[in-house]
């Protein structure tokens, strides 16, 4: 009785250690696509990929694994599983490599050659596996769990890896004492106990065919399950601490997209993993057979149902766990970009306006034009478009301004009544001179005159058109204002994001200069770039990156130079064949402008915007150059 209630208990751990089991490759696999997607540039991410891939074969060979496996493939997952953790060491010499250079302590090439051998190392271990020496023969009836049948060369391999993980362990220790920063010490804290998960993790797999695994399985597999558990946590943790380098993100979008990419994947489909585990296990225990109807069901319903809480309480743990004292400013753009006015959403508002406006009148054509920039153009045209080509809207428009702002009056033009849109009033005043926005003509019948209740609904309407072409020109002042904006945000959270861990980052001391100086030298240069005194005598020069590309030309700076300008440029250009649209307009002013040395008319001609928007643009351009070059900077002093 006792021994079969041990063996009950037992079955139950070994479930719940194959679902722990199951979920941990998911969610390093999942980790693993995290990394690849949003901070594979940065060295630490890169390192700890290597880390999340070998997490994954373990625990996926692992995973795998059942009764319904025969031998040989029982014995080939157990080979596979052993290259994850052969090369387990060497990804983590590999990572607290990369966190002392991330700390300001880069190496000297005796820290990069030690990575480098114990990688060589791990190259020769796995030749030791291949060849059967490394570890023996399946033993398909093993305690606690058929498993590779050791060797001396596996005894070996354990002293091994426990005086590299020790050796990585010291390099983790160094590296937290070189951080001077709160946030930066808190998160080497993390990314110090998460580092344990794998290493954890994988070391009950070294005790497979020791005597304290075959004599005590039911400690075994209670100790697996204890082990299980703390790697599902730290593994996390980890992943959250090494989601920070290599990006310049707010720590709140870092920390809500690390967030929804773990609830919507490992955390829905271990979820659903576990409930169909459950639905089997409970079928063979009640019905007598594992599969039913209920498990794809449970599956299905497990997904959506997970995925709609997701979704409905999403705004309240975002609230709770990131926003924090930034809630209202955050919730404030959020509103503005959910209920924006586009430029589609007021075409379709203007051709509602218009519809209503040619009902009330029963015209065959109506439309919207638009003033910017002392140019009116077509914004939205409705009925029959023949009767608006005949006629030239800038007779319209000076029309309306020969007579100026006379209140609610409008004017006969060819076949078209005109009402003038103008702003509202800013302060009250009647005698205010209010800014023309654009004009509304309708087509006329003939001589029809407008009845009073035709004309109180029909301007009732061009009031309701004006004040959508005013609220579109306040939002593109606002879109301007932030593009102007951008780079100095941008520029303020990479300093940030370099600051946490390395305060003698090179970017913050000197050499590099503000953006906005850089920004300057960059226009000298790009305006001198086919040569002069401004690109020879550039400050440019001083740079890391072009001290590097002299060597590639050379020794001549000058092309060096000119190679990094175009460099940058070329990584402004959208992909695909070169266009003159909206996407394409910052690459194509540098590349008239400077590359090809267009004048300023012959530019904005081609481009067809005024010589004042050219001169914006074109500073937006060179302020995209400069970001460009920084990066260049900041990843070589890196390496």
Same mark, same amino acid.
Do not use: C, S, Y
């Given at each position: 009785? %006792? #021994?079969?209630? =041990?063996d009950g208990l037992l079955v139950g751990i070994?479930?719940?250690?194959n679902i722990l089991t199951a979920g941990i490759a998911i969610t390093a696999f999942s980790l693993f696509l995290y990394a690849l997607s949003f901070n594979l540039r940065d060295r630490v991410a890169r390192s700890f990929a290597i880390i999340l891939l070998c997490v994954v074969v373990v625990f996926t060979t692992e995973a795998l694994q059942n009764k319904s496996i025969p031998d040989w493939g029982i014995e080939l997952l157990l080979r596979l599983q052993w290259v994850g953790i052969i090369f387990l060491p060497a990804s983590y010499l590999h990572l607290s490599d990369a966190l002392l250079v991330t700390a300001g302590r880069p190496s000297r090439g005796r820290r990069r050659l030690a990575v480098r051998l114990v990688y060589v190392v791990s190259l020769a271990f796995l030749v030791l596996l291949i060849a059967g020496l490394l570890v023996g023969p399946l033993m398909p009836n093993g305690?606690? $769990?058929?498993? /590779?049948?050791?060797? $001396?060369?596996?005894? %070996?391999f354990t002293v091994y890896y426990m005086a590299i993980m020790i050796w990585a362990g010291g390099n983790f220790i160094r590296a937290f004492a070189r951080m001077l920063t709160r946030s930066g010490q808190r998160r080497m804290l993390y990314l110090m106990a998460g580092a344990t998960a794998p290493a954890l993790g994988s070391y009950p797999y070294l005790l497979f065919g020791s005597d304290l695994a075959a004599k005590y399985p039911l400690f075994f597999w209670s100790t697996a399950l204890v082990i299980n558990m703390l790697v599902a946590i730290l593994i996390i943790i980890m992943a959250y601490a090494v989601a920070f380098f290599g990006v310049s993100w707010p720590d709140r979008v870092v920390k809500s997209r690390l967030f929804k990419w773990l609830l919507r994947g490992p955390v829905a489909a271990s979820l659903a993993l576990a409930m169909m585990t459950i639905v089997r296990r409970a079928g063979a225990v009640f019905g007598g057979q594992e599969y039913s109807a209920f498990v794809p069901l449970t599956v299905v319903v497990t997904v959506l149902m997970f995925e709609h809480a997701v979704t409905l309480f999403s705004p309240l743990w975002e609230k709770l766990l990131f926003f924090g004292r930034d809630h209202a400013e955050l919730q404030l753009l959020q509103n503005i970009e959910e209920r924006l006015l586009t430029r589609s959403d007021l075409q379709q508002f203007l051709e509602t306006v218009l519809a209503a406006v040619r009902d009330h009148l029963q015209s065959p054509c109506a439309f919207v034009a638009a003033l910017d920039g002392g140019e009116l153009t077509l914004s939205v045209v409705a009925g029959n478009r023949a009767l608006l080509e005949k006629e030239d809207l800038d007779e319209a428009l000076e029309l309306v301004n020969h007579n100026g702002e006379s209140g609610r009056h409008e004017f006969i033009w060819g076949g078209f009544w005109i009402l003038p849109l103008h702003q509202r009033r800013m302060n009250g005043d009647r005698d205010?001179?209010?800014?023309? =926005? !654009? =004009? /509304? !003509?309708?087509?006329?019948?003939? #001589?029809?005159?407008?009845d009073k209740d035709q004309r109180d609904a029909v301007w009732l309407l061009a009031d309701r058109a004006a004040l959508a072409l005013e609220d579109r020109q306040l939002q593109q002042r606002v879109f301007r204002s932030l593009e102007d904006l951008q780079p100095q945000i941008d520029m303020l959270q990479r300093m940030r994001a370099a600051g946490r861990y390395d305060t003698h980052a090179n970017f913050l001391t000197a050499p590099l200069p503000g953006e906005s100086d850089l920004a300057d030298w960059v226009k000298d240069a790009l305006t001198h770039y086919w040569g002069g005194p401004k690109l020879t005598n550039s400050p440019l020069m001083k740079l890391k990156v072009v001290q590097l590309l002299a060597e590639e030309h050379e020794g001549n700076a000058s092309n060096a130079l000119r190679a990094l300008l175009r460099k940058a440029v070329d990584q402004i250009k959208p992909e695909g064949e070169r266009r003159f649209t909206s996407e394409w307009i910052l690459y194509n002013i540098l590349e008239m402008k400077f590359i090809e040395g267009r004048k300023v008319r012959e530019v $904005?001609?081609?481009l067809a915007m005024s010589e004042a928007d050219l001169y914006r643009k074109q500073r937006v351009a060179v302020e995209a150059v400069a970001r460009a070059i920084l990066d260049m900077e900041q990843n070589e002093a890196l390496q």
């Open positions: 009785m %006792f #021994n079969g209630w =041990l070994k479930t719940i250690n305690q606690p $769990a058929p498993h /590779l049948q050791r060797t $001396a060369w596996t005894d %070996f205010e001179v209010r800014p023309l =926005l !654009g =004009l /509304l !003509g309708v087509a006329r019948k003939g #001589n029809r005159q407008i $904005a001609g081609r």
